[in-house]
């Protein structure tokens, strides 16, 4: 389900990703997809998402001046939480929705790390509508579902046989996206 260029390349992930996975998990994320690889926020290497370690994926497009940014702090408690298990959390900043994201990356960056913690890779801020980008528009195929807000997720299983979507006002400790998280990383 995997293999765009640009989208995730944006993320800072590749400090965050110890989550014991292996990388033959990895590329089942991938299966039929070229690679997608996505600059890190604040400095780093290019991070290939198809060779994340992890056993499950949430893909959340963000905002830093949204009603729903709070969600960048449950979403680092949520990383936190599962990160062991093989849950990789990846923010993708846009501004696409009320305009909401007008910071540049050096300054997201900033705003996630002092008010919120945040830990979990947060990509380059997204420069083509969501609906146009090569791996929002596999996840809205995948799962019937655009955004429709900042903060929409999208949980994608290891093998990308499923993609679930959830909506902006569901809050990353919300109990059906918990047990789905469970599900996806048995």
């Not at 991070?47 to 905002?63: E, F, G, I, Q, Y």
Request: glycine share 8%; charged share 20%; hydrophobic share 40%.
């Amino acid at each position: 389900m995997w293999g765009m260029k640009h989208p995730f390349a944006s993320l800072g992930l590749v400090a965050t990703l110890a989550m014991g996975a292996t990388t033959a998990h990895a590329n089942n994320l991938c299966a039929g997809l070229p690679s997608y690889s996505l600059n890190p926020l604040i400095g780093g290497s290019p991070m290939d998402l198809c060779k994340l370690p992890a056993r499950a994926l949430l893909v959340v497009n963000t905002a830093s001046q949204c009603g729903f940014t709070k969600q960048y702090g449950s979403l680092e408690k949520l990383h936190q939480r599962y990160k062991a298990r093989g849950l990789q959390v990846v923010g993708i900043p846009a501004n696409d929705f009320g305009g909401q994201e007008p910071l540049k990356n050096a300054d997201i960056g900033a705003f996630c790390q002092i008010n919120y913690g945040v830990t979990f890779p947060v990509a380059e801020k997204l420069t083509v509508p969501i609906q146009a980008d090569p791996l929002f528009t596999r996840l809205i195929a995948a799962s019937k579902e655009a955004p429709s807000w900042n903060f929409h997720k999208y949980l994608i299983n290891r093998d990308a046989t499923q993609v679930l979507s959830f909506g902006s006002a569901t809050k990353p400790e919300d109990k059906e996206l918990l047990k789905k998280i469970d599900e996806f990383l048995k």
